[in-house]
């Protein structure tokens, strides 16, 4: 089955661009799939940072996208998230996740997060 | 931006109690909506899916009801393992998540 595995620093400094790696296994990157990056916050909620499809074809959410850039890459079958600009709101456990048997944009497969402090 | 709004904040319930959870949105979400349940230091895990799907390995305690801008998550006879932070996300512009509610057994 389909595992994901985050990775990238643990702190960054304010200003500078946010860069993390989610490494897919058990399954293509060229799948049917939409690789997608989610962000909780310490004690705050959910919040979806956009998504995109081995194509290259990229959706953000509107309250990031001027600071969003996803890619993906098809020899490591991975898939990158970069945040520019990065302040402490930006603070944050961020997971990637998709949906295998699930409807698109419902993710049931997740991996198992990354803790990103942004401070200096 | 579709807004989520969960209540209550917390739920403390004892095992074996009925768990109602609600989730009512800004504006309709036909049916495009899911539950997750979290716990600390684990990925969240799908529970319901358009709204009374059952995911994959979901035991049946778990229900999911609603259409339109009001949702329910019901936990039949609550189980110790079920405490947990419980989100509903929609999907039907965008993508958002609500505020979370929190479930304690006494």
């Known amino acids: 089955q389909v595992q994901l595995q985050e990775s990238g620093p643990g702190l960054v400094k304010p200003s500078v661009t946010l860069s993390l790696t989610c490494a897919v296994s058990?399954?293509?990157?060229?799948?049917?799939?939409?690789w997608n990056w989610v962000r909780q916050p310490p004690e705050k909620g959910l919040e979806w940072i956009g998504e995109?499809?081995?194509?290259?074809?990229?959706n953000y959410n509107p309250s990031l996208e001027s600071r969003v850039t996803m890619s993906v890459d098809k020899s490591k079958n991975q898939f990158s998230l970069k945040l520019s600009s990065v302040t402490a709101a930006d603070t944050a456990v961020y997971y990637c996740?998709?949906?295998?048997?699930?409807?698109?944009?419902?993710?049931?497969?997740w991996g198992q997060g990354t803790l990103v402090t942004v401070s200096s | 931006e579709i807004v989520l709004t969960q209540s209550p904040a917390t739920l403390s319930l004892s095992p074996g109690e009925r768990a109602t959870l609600s989730c009512r949105a800004s504006?309709?979400?036909?049916?495009?909506l899911a539950w997750y349940q979290h716990k600390p230091g684990q990925a969240p895990r799908l529970l319901i899916y358009d709204a009374s799907n059952r995911a994959t390995g979901i035991p049946a305690r778990f229900s999911g009801s609603g259409s339109g801008t009001d949702f329910t998550l019901t936990i039949s006879s609550l189980e110790p393992e079920d405490s947990a932070v419980y989100y509903c996300q929609q999907r039907s512009n965008w993508l958002t998540f609500g505020g979370g509610t929190k479930v304690e057994i006494k």
């Open positions: 995109i499809y081995h194509s290259g074809s990229t």
């Open positions: 996740a998709t949906s295998v048997t699930a409807p698109r944009r419902i993710f049931d497969y």
């Open positions: 504006q309709s979400v036909s049916n495009f």
């Open positions: 058990g399954g293509s990157i060229i799948s049917s799939n939409w």
